[in-house]
């Protein structure tokens, strides 16, 4: 039924840069707004970038200026492109895709990229 699809994580060195895209099947794209997470072991999972239905951006403070959050309604895809890359970006990375709803939201979650960031 509906998939989120996470791809582009990797090993990089501090200072570098990575894309990473979450294609969608199963839903219509533009209904839902989108968001990333990342979440490292032992932690809580938190808010990295959101990007809305009309294309409203938030990031998170740790990730201003360095990252940048896209999506291709046409394409049924999200990016996250990532420069200057730290250790502490190390995480898995979450696709989040959510359509409002007053009572009960439809939320779906992708399975998560390995970003490191290590020499």
């Known amino acids: 039924q509906v998939q989120l699809v996470e791809v582009g994580g990797g090993l990089v060195q501090p200072g570098g840069s990575l894309r990473l895209s979450c294609a969608a099947t199963g839903i219509i794209f533009s209904d839902y707004h989108m968001a990333w997470y990342r979440q490292t072991p032992g932690k809580q999972r938190e808010l990295v970038a959101r990007?809305?239905?009309?294309?409203?951006?938030e990031y998170a403070d740790s990730v201003k200026g360095r990252f940048t959050i896209s999506r291709v309604n046409a394409k049924s895809t999200m990016y996250l492109q990532m420069n200057s890359l730290k250790p502490d970006d190390t995480a898995v990375y979450y696709c989040n895709a959510v359509r409002p709803r007053t009572f009960s939201n439809e939320d779906y979650w992708g399975q998560g990229t390995q970003v490191t960031v290590s020499a």
């Open positions: 990007i809305t239905i009309n294309r409203s951006i």
